[in-house]
């Protein structure tokens, strides 16, 4: 452990931000907010730029001859059948952001856009970019990662690092190998901090169901303390164990119960509004996809230009951080599988399962805020946590479905920080799979304080500041990797 | 320009060259694998 520099750099970097934020929460919260700002208010086209070139490379790579390129050798075949890999990618593509952000960011949205359209205009063109922010933009993220790490490992059986395809592919110049080097560090700091960040929203969401469920709004920041004691209880014992078979259940268990809350709503809500909001936000969604992947508002004022940054561009970074995290899993999973396969089956199909949620979300938000008096607004406004709840109470069996919300937000968040700490142990063992449990619990511990440091800062957007300014050099480094990946095709085209 | 636009434009001139760079290595010729002295290992295949 002491003989591993990598390891030793990325657990300094991290705890010190962690004792940061727990230090001093209101000072790294400011630290992060005036870094991003400076950030996104300069290369703000850059990072569009960046992710809405992988979603166009994404797409060509799998209609251009390199489709047929297998991820493996010529002779592998897929491990899964395919009924299984997909209900796996929707398992990657569930999570407690989900549970949270449903109904309470398209009427967040709703709230600037209705300033200057009709409320009805506003409510489609509010779940349009929701679905903008969710769908082939993220997913296609998520799939140009995890294709570099299974081309590199399983068709050129390198180690599965985000590292490796740099030091693969450019094989001259001393830069080589401290860039490769430095990529592996980004990723595991990108993974912790965005990991630690879904984890302070994730407690956010199980606390604000509870203080909902059991009448407990005064409550505070003392029930979020105590969910979070509990979780780490919760998550350190897996860790401690080789447990992967008992996650994979709870993890299917939580993506049961959240398929089971968006039929429930779909069914026992107002049904006809929801099925046309779905269809009505994919043409807005679809149509208007050209226009959003390269909208940067850099003439409409500082309320929309925050607007922006707080939400598409915020997202874009958190998808990148994510993206070796997913990628790993999504690598493991489709081994054997062609390009043209693997990208159509990991874009295509979570991002119509977004599209579908925040359809059912969002649509029963807005049913509340159009067609009924209730305060939907001002809830997603002033307590953003308690949204989905709030929407759920509009609704029969409300203690039994804000039950299971809490119950699947809990078992999602379990899930996350061990499978994290797992990839977060074998990327800075070198891509050991079998990393050693003591190397495990000291990530899962990191994660933990991170986590803590997250949540003390308070609110959702404070949180989604520190996770941009962990991610934000990671923008630097995925289109590098994707340079990387389609130089070695070229090239082993041409061999 | 004040302090503010000079730091824009730094951190702008940062991403310029940045793609400056990924063009330029794409575009580059890496020359045989085997006498890189690089840690590429043997395909699998």
């Known amino acids: ?495 | 320009m004040n302090w503010a636009n000079w730091v824009d434009t730094a951190l702008n001139i940062v991403v310029f060259a940045f793609i400056g760079l990924l063009a330029r290595l794409y575009l580059r010729d890496e020359g045989p694998s085997d006498e890189s002295g690089n840690s590429r290992l043997q395909d699998s295949r």
């Open chain 1, 1 to 495: 452990m002491f003989k591993n520099p990598l390891l030793l750099t990325a657990l300094f970097l991290t705890a010190a931000v962690a004792v940061w934020g727990v230090v001093d929460t209101p000072g790294l919260s400011r630290f992060a907010a005036a870094r991003v700002a400076q950030q996104f208010t300069s290369r703000a086209w850059f990072i569009m730029a960046v992710a809405s070139s992988i979603t166009i490379c994404t797409f060509w790579l799998a209609l251009s001859r390199y489709g047929k390129v297998r991820l493996g050798a010529d002779d592998d075949r897929p491990e899964f059948s395919t009924v299984s890999w997909l209900t796996m990618l929707f398992a990657a593509g569930m999570g407690v952001g989900l549970l949270f952000y449903g109904a309470t960011e398209p009427l967040t949205h709703y709230g600037l856009i209705a300033r200057t359209k009709a409320p009805g205009v506003a409510a489609e063109l509010a779940l349009g970019v929701t679905n903008f922010n969710w769908a082939f933009h993220a997913w296609s993220i998520y799939a140009i990662t995890a294709l570099v790490i299974a081309y590199f490992a399983y068709r050129k059986g390198q180690p599965g690092l985000v590292g490796t395809p740099i030091r693969y592919t450019f094989r001259r110049g001393a830069w080589v190998g401290p860039v490769a080097w430095l990529a592996d560090l980004l990723a595991i700091y990108a993974i912790a901090i965005g990991l630690a960040g879904s984890l302070a929203i994730g407690v956010f969401q199980v606390q604000g169901g509870l203080a909902t469920l059991l009448g407990l709004e005064e409550s505070g920041q003392k029930l979020q303390l105590g969910v979070f004691a509990v979780l780490c209880v919760a998550f350190l014992i897996p860790l401690t164990k080789d447990l992967s078979e008992g996650m994979a259940r709870l993890s299917n268990i939580a993506m049961m119960l959240a398929g089971f809350l968006v039929i429930y709503i779909l069914l026992a809500g107002p049904t006809h509004f929801l099925m046309n909001g779905i269809v009505d936000s994919m043409g807005v969604y679809l149509s208007t996809l050209v226009r959003q992947s390269f909208a940067t508002y850099p003439f409409l004022g500082k309320e929309y230009s925050d607007w922006f940054h707080g939400w598409t561009l915020n997202y874009m970074v958190w998808w990148i951080a994510w993206a070796p995290f997913v990628g790993v899993f999504v690598a493991r999973i489709s081994r054997g599988r062609t390009i043209r396969e693997f990208v159509l089956g990991v874009v295509l199909v979570p991002s119509l399962f977004s599209l579908f949620w925040f359809g059912v979300f969002g649509g029963a938000g807005f049913f509340g805020a159009l067609r009924t008096d209730l305060p939907i607004l001002e809830v997603a406004a002033n307590t953003p946590e308690n949204t989905t709840f709030f929407v759920l109470q509009a609704l029969p069996l409300s203690g039994l479905t804000g039950s299971a919300t809490v119950l699947a937000a809990f078992l999602f968040l379990v899930t996350s920080v061990v499978s994290a700490a797992f990839v977060l142990s074998m990327f800075s063992t070198g891509g050991d799979e079998n990393p050693p449990v003591r190397i495990k619990l000291v990530w899962g511990v990191i994660l933990a304080v991170l986590g803590l440091a997250m949540m003390l800062s308070g609110d959702a957007a404070t949180v989604r500041a520190i996770i941009a300014l962990g991610a934000m050099f990671f923008v630097f480094i995925l289109p590098l990797l994707v340079v990387a990946l389609l130089k070695t095709l070229k090239s082993e085209e041409h061999s």
